[in-house]
């Protein structure tokens, strides 16, 4: 198993592309730490099937927003398993809102839960990795943050900030931690779920694939930059071709 042994924590892992990650990388030999803000309960279950498949987890409530809630986290993270090895920034949210209606609370916001967050996670993970030389940060980025979506205009900034941030985190934390980013397209979570079929095929005719992208599938990308020593600093692009289409 790739990661026999190695502590993963992932924010915002209670469901979508969070708990797909956990799952996969348990499925590989890792212990898990399942974070949530809200849905306890969802947590837990993660949790559960993860110990039910003879891995270790952890559900930890915390808003990821709130830095006193990081440090927190990463202190009964660390009590429990001794430390941290990879870190995926996953928690974020996108609320869509007219350009002109949005106000500096807007911004605020989804700045904390989409950029801050990230920051306050990765600071407390790189202390612990720079204690054994050693470990893995993923931001979960969007192709939002690349291309612009006029839609979701503040959620776009934030992630556009992801972009800077992993590079110059990479930097930072060179040789011996791994800093990248993964930019998922069109992602089948509950993001989608008010989508009539007609939107929905509209959507994904603008792709190449002309198909969702599934949250398993943003997790595969997920292992392969854990393990990928020699990969930092990037953005890997999952779209389904759709940014060679613009």
Known sequence: MKYNDHVVLITGSSSGIGKEAAIKFAIEGANVVINCRTDVGEGEKVAKQIKQMG????????????????????????EYFGTIDILINNAGLATPKPFFDITRRDLIKEFEENFFSMVYCSQEAAKLMKKRKSGSIINVSSICGLTGCTSILTFTSARSAV????????????????????????????????????????????????????????????????GAKNVTGQILVVDGGYMTTI
């Open 55 to 78: 891995r270790n987890a952890l559900c930890i409530k915390a808003d990821v927003s709130d830095p006193n809630q990081v440090k927190r986290l990463f202190q009964e993270s660390e």
């Open 163 to 226: 972009t800077g941030f992993t590079k110059a985190l990479a930097k930072i934390l060179a040789p011996n931690i791994t800093v990248n980013a993964v930019a998922p397209g069109f992602t089948k979570t509950r993001f989608w779920d008010k989508q009539s079929q007609k939107e929905e095929k509209n959507l994904l005719a603008t792709t190449l694939s002309r198909r969702w992208i599934m949250p398993g599938e943003i997790a595969d990308v997920m292992l392969y930059l854990a």
